[in-house]
């Protein structure tokens, strides 16, 4: 079975700041890894994702994500954060032997100026 | 392109009865998937069709089904709705390829009261 981990409910960084939202997988086989951002009454936005290759990938409205095999974890981070980038976000998992995508709990994301 | 589109976006029914949501993916999307999502909850899994047939299911009870019409539209339905199922749901679709995203649309909220 495959699962996901968002440790932090909660993340809070000052503007301008750098920022760094956690994510853990398990899969039984190769992982295709996402991100989501999701804004009050709306539904999810694509950020970026991991297929093969490059370990950092970069996405939109200057996201980036490491993926790194060894510690099984993808995480979010962005240099230099900014207020609207305050949101929901979500890491998910797709098992490339598997249909269906695996989402963490999400973790709020809180930019305060 | 016109992204997803859900209908209605709010709902409100009593405990007993049944609701019908709608779902229209992306044009030449084949893969429609329906997410639960619930402040304690998380989003979770409901099931995924490709091509009008069920590919992958999740773990809810039998109340819950859904169907993909040949158009490519879904619908999925809850019968003898209970409290617990205040909830907003969302529909994502993409081209049925594991290695891309999903487009999600904007979520129907129901309350059951």
């Known amino acids: 079975a495959q699962s996901v981990a968002q440790p932090e409910d909660q993340v809070n960084v000052a503007e301008g700041n750098p920022l760094t939202v956690k994510c853990t997988y398990s899969v039984s086989g190769n992982p295709y890894l996402f991100w989501y951002v999701q804004y009050p009454n709306r539904g999810l936005q694509f950020l970026l994702k991991?297929?093969?290759?490059?370990?950092l990938v970069k996405g939109s409205y200057g996201f980036e994500a490491e993926f790194n095999k060894s510690q099984t974890s993808f995480h979010l981070k962005k240099p230099s954060a900014l207020v609207s980038d305050s949101a929901l976000y979500f890491c998910?998992?797709?098992?490339?032997?598997?249909?269906?995508?695996?989402f963490g709990d999400g973790t709020t994301l809180t930019v305060k100026p | 392109k016109a992204g997803v589109t859900q209908t209605p976006r709010y709902l409100i029914k009593t405990r007993g009865q049944q609701v019908t949501l709608s779902c229209s993916p992306i044009?030449?999307?084949?893969?429609v998937s329906w997410y639960q999502q619930t402040p304690g909850q998380g989003l979770q899994f409901l099931f995924e069709?490709?091509?009008?047939?069920?590919?992958n299911k999740g773990n809810f009870p039998g109340r819950f089904s859904g169907r993909q019409f040949s158009n490519s539209r879904s619908e999925m339905n809850v019968s003898t709705l209970e409290l617990g199922d205040s909830a907003l749901y969302l529909c994502a679709s993409n081209p049925g390829i594991m290695n891309t995203e999903a487009f999600f649309g904007q979520g129907t909220r129901l309350t059951v009261v």
């Open positions: 044009s030449g999307h084949r893969s």
């Open positions: 998910a998992v797709r098992d490339t032997n598997a249909g269906k995508s695996t």
């Open positions: 991991y297929i093969t290759g490059d370990n």
């Open positions: 069709y490709f091509s009008e047939t069920q590919r």
